[in-house]
């Protein structure tokens, strides 16, 4: 038996009660929590003991969308100011050069920064698999840098030749898809408490693929018991493309093809109307805020103060790394409070007498990133630090300039500037430690990222 004995910090628990302390810890034993509390109340030591005085200790924050691959895409000029369609059009024929040491190295990337902004558990969505590439690769490189991943086996089958918007050089045949869909079900898909590893289903968008393939991938998914998830309502070119391709607005054609239910979350969901709205609470299915590629590709504000009224599980996601061109969560729930009182001043806050209207809070976006994050995912032995949780947190050194004159400790990670963590620990174990990656050379790490990146731009 292990045991770690985090004591004297500034302690969030995101629990049901929302317990803060200002002198609190936690007693680990072989990567579970076993005690969260007040420091005296906890043993007095343990095979290791790490005085946090000073720091604030958070749940490890949950990424619900992401697309690792895209890395090795970020800011390339004739994508910096393009809408969706554009933006994909673009990059859509460099992704084609992928292959599977690509993947590995972006994957490696991805979660590298994630771990530092805080980041303790990710789904990614990989949906297209050129020269060779597997969602394996991505797995492999994942277990490494020691994250918990939901790696989402995506597809793309509707190529543009049959009306779809990818070209025909990057989409798979329906057969290959499910084929290998079951693969990575029963080799990887682990459903256990603390499970590293769990496979999702994510047919990449109603653009991109056939209502059969999601008719088909939905019933695989629900014989494994595995989630399914895709991108959904993100524009109003979506909307208008599956009125034309379908006859449904994007909610109701998920309806039609059987992708509503508790075991469904979709990525952004910007354009929906309350009527839609009501249709996620009625039947359970998640929401993945993105609010940094959706201001980066000028799509919308998704409505999630609509959604936590209407009771919609709701998380954030930082997006493919080319459409937000960073990996940092904790800068994600900043911008989900900032951007959500945006909307509320566009939609007239100053003017409401509403005395229940109040703008989101700091701790509520904390909430998205954690508790929310975990529950889109369908995960409830993370998201919060209780007895009997995996040991998943990071923590952040309050002594720094940035945080001089702040007040409200746990505030100040989210109305300060974004911050890396000093400590980000998963299961018990350190992934970050004195703010610095324990688990990958950093400095080779960039060195095979950035040769990656030059030789797709190159062709």
């Known amino acids: 038996m292990t045991t770690l004995l985090i004591k004297n910090a500034h302690l969030l628990t995101m629990d049901d009660h929302q317990t803060e302390l200002s002198d609190g810890g936690l007693f680990i034993k072989n990567g579970i929590i076993h005690q969260a509390g007040a420091t005296r109340d906890l043993p007095p030591t343990a095979d290791e003991v790490l005085d946090l005085k000073g720091h604030v200790v958070v749940p490890g924050l949950v990424n619900t ?37 690509d993947i590995f190295i972006s994957t490696s990337t991805a979660l590298a920064e994630l771990a530092l902004s805080g980041c303790t558990a990710a789904s990614d969505h990989l949906y297209l698999f050129p020269n060779g590439s597997k969602l394996d690769d991505e797995i492999a490189a994942a277990s490494e840098i020691g994250l918990r991943i939901h790696a989402s086996r995506g597809s793309m089958s509707l190529g543009e030749s049959k009306g779809g918007l990818p070209p025909d050089s990057v989409v798979d045949s329906e057969e290959n898809i499910l084929k290998d ?25 109603p653009f991109s693929v056939t209502s059969d393939l999601m008719k ?26 599956c009125m034309d391709m379908f006859g449904h607005r994007p909610v109701g054609y998920m309806q039609e093809v059987d992708w509503v239910g508790d075991d469904v979350w979709f990525a952004h969901a910007v354009w929906v109307n309350d009527e839609e709205i009501k249709v996620f609470a009625k039947h359970n299915c998640g929401v993945a805020h993105c609010p940094t590629s959706n201001m980066r590709l000028a799509s919308g504000i998704a409505p999630v103060k609509e959604y936590r009224k209407a009771g919609v599980n709701v998380g954030l996601g930082v997006d493919g790394s080319a459409s937000n061109d960073g990996s940092h969560l904790l800068a994600e729930v900043r911008n989900a409070m900032l951007l959500s009182r945006v909307k509320e001043g566009i939609t007239g806050y100053s003017l409401s007498n509403d005395p229940n209207r109040k703008l989101m809070t700091a701790r509520e976006a904390l909430y998205l990133g954690t508790r929310g994050g975990a ?62 990656l324990v688990t990958v050379d950093e400095r080779k790490l960039v060195e095979k990222h950035n040769k990656a990146a030059k030789r797709l731009l190159d062709g």
């Open 65 to 101: 969308h992401h697309h690792f691959y895209q890395t090795l895409t970020r800011a390339v000029p004739a994508a910096q100011d393009a809408n969706l369609f554009n933006w994909l059009k673009t990059l859509y024929p460099i992704w084609a050069r992928l292959n599977p040491e």
């Open 181 to 205: 869909s079951q693969r990575l079900i029963e080799k990887y898909h682990d459903a256990t408490h603390g499970s590293m590893v769990q496979i999702v289903l994510a047919p990449c968008s």
């Open 216 to 241: 088909q991938s939905a019933k695989l998914a629900r014989e494994y018991g595995v989630h399914l998830h895709t991108h959904l309502a993100e524009t109003e070119d979506e909307e208008q493309f």
């Open 375 to 436: 529950a889109v995912l369908g995960r409830n032995d993370i998201g919060s630090l209780e007895a009997g949780k995996c040991a998943d947190f990071f923590a952040v050194n309050l002594n720094k300039l940035g945080f001089a004159g702040m007040h409200d400790p746990v505030s100040s990670l989210v109305f300060g500037q974004p911050v890396n963590a000093d400590y980000t620990v998963v299961g018990g174990k350190f992934i970050v430690k004195e703010g610095q």
